[in-house]
T-cell receptor
């Protein structure tokens, strides 16, 4: 089964609201990353958080990591219609060798 | 900016055809990856390469092969395309030793096998 699993599978909010997506994983990680994918396009890297970090910010994005609960959350504040996309978490672990393992993603729709 | 390009955005092939998907990156990255993406399944790693002429199998290598003759170019080959290989194919690259750092993706190739 997937190393990283996002929750919820889909999220629909109004423009201006905050969006929170969660990612849970099973084994110890070296880092956890979040990517965005606009419809029919490639993935774009958003943020990387290492296992010894607890929180990271980038513009309107805030990522937290709780290694004791094996979970991470991505918060997008003051969402915009342009944030409509799929969001994936990816984990880097020694168990899976030198590669990332991606979850199935959360589909975010921001209504204007 | 890192640029990863893929040879085609859309491709339609017939069952049994040999299919080549090409990926080129312009940032001298050591690592290159091929994924396929299917609804509800996320990205699944097909093959990756950490150096020229080096390759390693990912999670779903069956029915695929790869070639990396030059550092900037990583090709995915479907020896005999089948309908269950209809999918979105994504290429990615990363620049540090080990594939766990930030990956840069191409725009994807949507392949339809009839």
């Amino acid at each position: 089964s997937q190393q990283g699993e996002e929750d919820p599978q889909a999220l629909s909010i109004q423009e201006g609201e905050n969006a929170t997506m969660n990612c849970s994983y099973k084994t110890s990680i070296n880092n956890l990353q979040w990517y965005r994918q606009n419809s029919g396009r490639g993935l774009v890297h958003l943020i990387l958080i290492r296992s010894n970090e607890r929180e990271k910010h980038s513009g309107r994005l805030r990522v937290t990591l709780d290694t004791s609960k094996k979970s991470s959350s991505l918060l997008i504040t003051a969402s915009r219609a342009a944030d409509t996309a799929s969001y994936f978490c990816a984990t880097g672990t020694m168990e899976y060798g030198n590669k990332l393992v991606f979850g199935a993603g959360t589909i975010l729709r921001v209504k204007s | 900016d890192v640029k990863v390009t893929q040879s085609s955005r859309y491709l339609v092939k017939r069952t049994g055809e040999k299919v080549f998907l090409e990926c080129v990156q312009d940032m001298d990255h050591e690592n290159m990856f091929w994924y396929r993406q299917d609804p509800g399944l996320g990205l699944r790693l097909i093959y990756f390469s950490y150096d020229v002429k080096m390759k390693e199998k990912g999670d779903i290598p069956e029915g695929y092969s790869v070639s990396r003759e030059k550092k900037e170019r990583f090709s995915l080959i479907l020896e005999s395309a089948s309908t269950n290989q209809t999918s979105m194919y994504l290429c990615a690259s990363s620049f540090l030793a080990g594939g766990q750092e930030t990956q840069y993706f191409g725009p994807g190739t949507r392949l339809l096998v009839l």
